[in-house]
């Protein structure tokens, strides 16, 4: 089973995982039992954990980290620094269960399609290439 890689791509009109999501898809089959909720069919990325989760982290990291904090990072990061308050507390945080040389070994996720550097992975349209 080959899929042409066009199909896979996330477009304006198509979201992560289209294609397996219209495959659990009944809409167009009249009076069909759905397979799940169109709520948990159709949820973007950031929805498994829920946009409260993410919003509250925000604000804890807002609360938390200072503006000096962020013009002034830790030594020993070098040239990994975090871009938003939200990444710097990640950072911190797994700096206090980690030694540092585990940093060297975590890859973050950037997605190819966009320039987003949001730690939580929400994404909207603009990260698609248009305003929302």
Not at 41 to 52: C, E, K, N, T
Request: glycine share 6%; aromatic share 10%.
């Amino acid at each position: 089973m080959s899929v042409d890689p066009q199909e896979k791509m996330v477009t304006m009109d198509r979201m992560e995982k289209y294609i397996l999501r219209k495959a659990f898809d009944m809409s167009d089959e009249p009076g069909a039992e759905p397979y799940l909720p169109d709520s948990i069919l159709w949820r973007r990325l950031s929805d498994g954990v829920g946009y409260g989760w993410i919003d509250a982290l925000k604000e804890i990291a807002e609360r938390s980290v200072t503006g000096e904090q962020m013009k002034n990072p830790k030594v020993e990061w070098g040239n990994d620094i975090p871009d938003t308050k939200e990444a710097y507390l990640y950072r911190t945080l797994f700096d206090e269960h980690f030694p540092l040389y585990c940093a060297s070994t975590v890859m973050r996720w950037r997605p190819t399609w966009s320039k987003q550097t949001d730690p939580s992975g929400r994404l909207g349209r603009s990260d698609l290439g248009s305003p929302e």
